[in-house]
């Protein structure tokens, strides 16, 4: 199977990187050179345009920063959708919304190809080491066929039904996580506030019914004050506008969600929009004059589990 990437942002680079470690023909495209460069090193083909790479390989991912990014390397004269034929498949692995994938998604069937969602959830640190979690939702056969591919992208690897319902899924899924990351904010400040030791209280969260993996992923890097955790504030408002979006079309009133981002339109304010999406928890350290600093976190996660082969579950 010929495999053609585009998008080698932060996530995207760690995806195409389990391929290409995998030994699968990959062909890679991105605006920015410098990040297809190392591609080019390790034996990975260069594109010279969306349609190009289309027109080469039998699966094409696409893994970009919004749905408006997406729908231009899409339909753009010189865009995958003109280089795209029968049975190719294209797998949307960007977090975007359900019916701009149904959109796009009837453009590709009428070029005879078939599309699939695939977003991820997990972290950077393991789409680096192939042990993310993917969802795919479209046609099952195309799901089968495509499933080596997907199964050293990620480790667990779940087919959510019909075209559209993984992005539903992973929408919801980044909408839980962004409450969680609030609510530690808080957390956290009330442990400092009464002179709690950091680390036995980040084991005790750990091991308790309060525990989320936003807390064990997360909190490493507040506790180190590098908060870095590969993922910015405007994704975060992205995600969370993608959700209030879903609950409109779908006429349910929210209630924790507009307070969710309500903080973070202040906290990209306060801290930039490229800023860490952990440092949403710097507003509770500002405001009550303290900080949560404690020694023996990394100040970058990394997944120490060894890679290992993905399957469906």
């Known amino acids: ?10 996530v995207g ?17 991105d605006l ?7 591609f080019i090193d390790l034996g990975a083909k260069v594109a010279n345009s969306a349609k190009e790479l289309a027109e080469q390989v039998d699966l094409v991912i696409t893994c970009l920063p919004s749905p408006q990014i997406c729908a231009e390397v899409m339909e753009r004269e010189d865009g995958i959708l003109n280089g795209l034929s029968e049975n190719k498949i294209w797998l949307e692995m960007s977090t975007t919304d359900e019916s701009e994938v149904k959109r796009i998604g009837k453009k590709i069937i009428a070029k005879k190809a078939i599309p699939l969602d695939g977003p991820v959830s997990g972290g950077c640190h393991r789409a680096a080491t192939g042990n993310i979690a993917i969802f795919v939702g479209g046609e099952r056969n195309a799901f089968e066929k495509i499933l080596p591919a997907l199964t050293v992208m990620g480790r667990k690897v779940l087919h959510t039904g019909e075209l559209g319902t993984a992005s539903i899924l992973k929408v919801i899924t980044n909408y839980l996580a962004s409450v969680h990351l609030v609510a530690l904010g808080e957390a956290w400040t009330v442990a400092k506030k009464s002179n709690l030791d950091l680390s036995k209280a980040y084991k005790g969260i750990a091991v308790s019914s309060g525990n989320s993996f936003v ?24 995600d969370t506008g993608l959700f209030d979006d879903l609950a409109k079309k779908l006429n349910v009133p929210l209630e924790i969600s507009p307070k969710v981002v309500e903080i973070f339109k202040d906290g990209q304010k306060k801290y930039g929009s490229r800023a860490w999406s952990s440092m949403i928890v710097k507003r509770m350290e500002d405001l009550n004059k303290v900080d949560f600093r404690a020694s023996g976190f990394p100040d970058e996660l990394i997944d120490n589990e060894p890679e290992e082969k993905g399957y469906e579950i």
């Open 1 to 10: 199977m010929k495999i053609g990437f585009i998008g080698l942002g932060n």
């Open 13 to 29: 680079s760690k995806l195409a990187g389990s391929l290409l470690r995998n030994k699968f023909d990959l062909t890679v495209r």
């Open 32 to 38: 920015d050179q410098n990040l297809t460069k190392p």
């Open 215 to 238: 807390h064990e992923t997360e909190s490493q890097v507040i506790l180190n004050g590098s908060y870095n955790i590969n993922f910015t504030m405007d994704l975060v408002l992205k």
